[in-house]
């Protein structure tokens, strides 16, 4: 592997899971006991503005966008376009549209559901970046006995990689797909015996070093109490293996072929009243290489969410997360990263809100396989975002939003600045 670039070998973690210990089990037990104690009536989901979806289990949907961006590949302030681009610009326009087919349908005890859309995207500028994608999520909500349940679903998402992440200027198309099968059987009161079989796949139309594509195979165990205030806990156990599609093993650079993942998780759901509650997360994380350890990496992440309606007309989120992920190259196995986000929503009328979202994502950078010519990398990444939604009519909706991202670093290859407009509608029908 060659020496640092952040134009060709800086990429995105991507989340590998692992193993957790006994501290979990503990854990869990106590928020087990918790859950059980009575609150009041579950707290309503964050309001939206009014739906566009028709009446009926199948609709259809059509919509375009304008979008400019004025750096387009997150390249540093004293970066040059015309060396690194062949343009003078680092910014571009792009339009896009898209028309996607929904069904939500209950037949008996089943219901199924699918949400698939076709999207076109055409810069101005950077027309190499032009792209055809197709996305869709799909589920049979399925009920054997009134106590024996799951789900089998297949999802995709194709999209262009994070440049903030991806730094190569060229087109690279990420594309991941997820079959799962779960099962959820009551056994007495509130306990659920949980389980479930998983196939992931991700792939990069371009190399991508850090975060390279693979296919994957694991399967999920877990034991989730639901007390009748409607809080519930939930522990699992998940392992999977994977191996990587177009990376072969080398031992020079030690870049693998293939990984073990295990974790341990705790969940937890809390109505801490009519106006609130509050979601949490820990787990324990362990990820193991084919062959190389000093690629090798554990730790605990976690995330705690806590949703609040203040007024009729307000809502507030604040979520805070840590996690670990894969980030692979001389002077990276992996970062950790700390993220505190705060999204509010105005309901200004029954067919407009105004939105928001301020967060702060810390990343530190660790497992460097050879001696590092100074400290570690660390980025903050600040972002804010402020949006208008709007719904004229019950079948359309108009939305537009700006946003301005500012990454420091200690190494000043890795910074940028970014502000990006964007405007939207939708037609369902």
Same mark, same amino acid.
């Given at each position: 592997m060659t020496a640092r670039n952040p134009l060709r070998v800086h990429?995105?973690?991507?989340?590998?899971?692992? !193993?957790?210990?006994?501290?979990?089990?503990?854990?869990?037990?106590?928020?087990?006991?918790?859950?059980?104690?009575?609150?009041?009536?579950?707290?309503?989901?964050?309001?939206?503005?009014? $739906?566009?979806?028709?009446?009926?289990?199948?609709?259809? $949907?059509?919509?375009?966008?304008?979008?400019?961006? =004025? #750096?387009?590949? !997150?390249?540093?302030?004293?970066? =040059?376009?015309?060396?690194?681009?062949?343009?003078?610009?680092?910014? %571009?326009?792009?339009?896009?549209? &898209?028309?996607?087919?929904?069904? =939500?349908?209950?037949?008996?005890q089943q219901r199924f559901r699918l949400d698939a859309t076709a999207s076109g995207y055409r810069y101005d500028t950077f027309s190499f970046l032009n792209s055809n994608l197709l996305q869709y999520d799909g589920a049979w909500d399925w009920h054997a006995t009134p106590r024996v349940s799951g789900t089998l679903s297949a999802n995709r998402n194709e999209a262009l990689v994070n440049y903030g992440d991806y730094r190569t200027p060229i087109r690279n198309i990420v594309r991941t797909q997820n079959q799962r099968f779960s099962i959820d059987g009551l056994l007495f009161g509130g306990w659920h015996l949980l389980g479930g079989v998983s196939r992931d796949e991700s792939k990069n139309s371009a190399i991508f070093v850090q975060q390279a594509s693979y296919h994957a195979t694991g399967g999920d165990v877990g034991l989730r109490y639901v007390a009748e205030s409607g809080n519930s806990a939930t522990v699992a156990a998940r392992s999977s293996r994977a191996d990587y599609i177009d990376q072969p093993l080398d031992p020079a650079n030690l870049l693998d072929d293939g990984y073990r993942r295990e974790e341990s998780e705790l969940r937890v759901q809390w109505m801490l009243g009519g106006k609130s509650n509050l979601t949490g997360r820990l787990t324990r994380i362990e990820y193991r290489t084919n062959h190389f350890a000093q690629r090798d990496f554990s730790g605990t992440g976690g995330s705690l969410r806590i949703q609040w309606l203040p007024t009729g007309k307000l809502s507030l989120n604040l979520s805070v997360? &840590?996690?670990?992920?894969?980030?692979?190259? #001389? /002077?990276?196995?992996?970062?950790?990263?700390?993220?505190?986000?705060?999204?509010?929503?105005?309901?200004?009328?029954?067919?407009?809100?105004?939105?928001?979202?301020?967060?702060?994502?810390?990343? %530190?950078?660790?497992?460097?396989?050879?001696?590092?010519?100074?400290?570690?990398?660390?980025?903050?990444?600040?972002?804010?975002?402020?949006?208008?939604?709007?719904?004229?009519?019950? $079948?359309?909706?108009?939305?537009?939003?700006?946003?301005? =991202?500012?990454?420091?670093? #200690?190494?000043?290859? /890795?910074? /940028? #600045?970014?502000?990006?407009?964007?405007? %939207?509608?939708?037609?369902?029908?």
């Open positions: 990429g995105r973690p991507f989340r590998r899971s692992s !193993r957790a210990n006994q501290d979990l089990l503990a854990l869990a037990a106590a928020c087990l006991l918790l859950a059980g104690v009575s609150f009041p009536q579950t707290v309503r989901a964050q309001s939206q503005i009014v $739906s566009t979806a028709p009446q009926g289990p199948l609709w259809i $949907s059509a919509g375009a966008s304008f979008a400019w961006d =004025d #750096n387009v590949f !997150r390249l540093p302030d004293a970066a =040059d376009p015309q060396a690194l681009l062949g343009t003078s610009t680092k910014s %571009d326009r792009y339009v896009s549209a &898209r028309v996607g087919l929904h069904l =939500d349908k209950p037949y008996a997360a &840590r996690d670990l992920g894969v980030y692979v190259d #001389n /002077f990276s196995s992996y970062a950790v990263s700390e993220t505190v986000a705060l999204a509010p929503v105005w309901h200004v009328s029954a067919r407009t809100a105004v939105r928001a979202n301020i967060s702060r994502v810390t990343s %530190d950078y660790r497992g460097a396989v050879v001696v590092l010519p100074g400290p570690a990398r660390r980025d903050t990444l600040d972002s804010v975002q402020l949006a208008v939604d709007w719904v004229p009519t019950r $079948s359309v909706t108009l939305s537009a939003s700006v946003q301005r =991202d500012h990454r420091a670093s #200690n190494d000043a290859m /890795f910074e /940028f #600045n970014d502000t990006s407009a964007h405007i %939207d509608a939708t037609l369902t029908f």
